[in-house]
C-alpha cells in the first residue's frame, strides 16, 4: 500500500520540515489546492507548490479542488513522476482538464465527490493513470470516513480490471478504517489527521501499514 500523507493536516509555518518528517514511510505527498469556490475552504496554490517542488525529492500528488482547473493546471512546475488530479464536477469538458494536465509533463488523475454517480468518470479511465475516490465531502481534514465509499472502492476496481490505473482513496482513513479500504480494492492511501496530528509521524505511518495488513 502507497501512503501519501496530506499536508492540509501539517503546521503551515514549516511546510518544508513537515514535509521531510514524513519522506521515508511515504510514496508522494498529498497536496490539497482549493479556491474558496470549489470547496467552502482556501489554502495554496501554485506559487506555495512550485516553491516546495524545488526543494523536496518525493513524488507530489496535486488535488486540485478548484474551479477551472485547465486555466490553473499550467501553472505547476511538476515532475514526470507527479499527479496533477482534477474534479470531474469542476469542467464540464473534462478532456479539457486532461489536456492542459498532460501539458504540464505530470500524470493525469480525476477525483470526484462522494455524491457524485461513479460512472461519471468511466468514460475517462483510459486517459488517467489514477483515480481518486473521496471519502468524505471535500474542503476539510479530519472528517468521517463515510461507509459508502468502500461498495465505491470496489465497483471501481471492477471496473478497472487490471488496467494500470491506480485507485487512491482520501478522507477519514485511519487505524480504524484503512484494513477496509485495501481490502476494497486501493492502491494509494490518503492521510492527514491520522499522520500529521501524531507527534511521531514515522510511527503513524507504521501504525497504518500494520493496521492494512
Ligand atoms: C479533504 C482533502 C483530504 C484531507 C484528508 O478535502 O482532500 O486530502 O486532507 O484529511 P483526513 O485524512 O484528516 O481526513
Ligand atoms: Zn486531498
Known amino acids: 500500500m502507497k501512503l501519501a500523507p496530506s499536508l492540509l493536516s501539517a503546521d503551515f509555518s514549516r511546510l518544508l520540515e513537515e514535509a521531510q518528517s514524513v519522506a521515508a514511510g511515504a510514496s508522494r505527498l498529498h497536496w490539497d489546492v482549493m479556491d474558496g469556490h470549489f470547496v467552502p475552504n482556501l489554502t495554496f496554490g501554485p506559487p506555495v507548490v512550485n516553491a516546495l517542488r524545488r ?19 499550467p501553472q505547476f512546475r511538476v515532475r514526470p513522476d507527479d499527479t496533477v488530479i482534477f474534479h470531474v464536477e469542476a469542467d464540464d469538458t473534462p478532456e479539457r482538464a486532461l489536456a492542459a494536465i498532460r501539458e504540464t509533463g505530470a500524470r493525469a488523475g480525476v477525483s470526484l465527490r462522494p455524491g457524485t454517480e461513479l460512472e461519471t468518470i468511466f468514460p475517462l479511465l483510459d486517459r488517467v493513470s489514477l483515480v481518486l475516490v473521496m471519502s468524505v465531502e471535500p474542503g476539510f481534514g479530519g472528517q468521517a ?7 465505491r472502492i470496489r465497483r471501481l476496481s471492477r471496473e478497472i480490471a487490471g488496467r494500470p490505473i491506480e485507485i487512491a482513496v482520501d478522507g477519514g482513513i485511519h487505524a480504524g478504517t484503512v484494513r477496509d479500504v485495501v481490502r476494497a480494492g486501493a492502491d494509494v492511501i490518503v492521510a492527514g489527521s491520522a499522520i500529521f496530528s501524531a507527534q511521531d509521524r514515522a510511527s503513524a505511518m507504521r501504525a497504518l501499514q500494520e493496521a492494512a495488513r
Do not use: K, Q, T
Open 145 to 151: 470516513f463515510l461507509p459508502a465509499s468502500l461498495e
Open 55 to 73: 526543494v523536496v525529492d518525493l513524488p507530489f500528488e496535486i488535488h486540485l479542488m478548484i474551479d477551472r482547473p485547465a486555466e490553473y493546471a
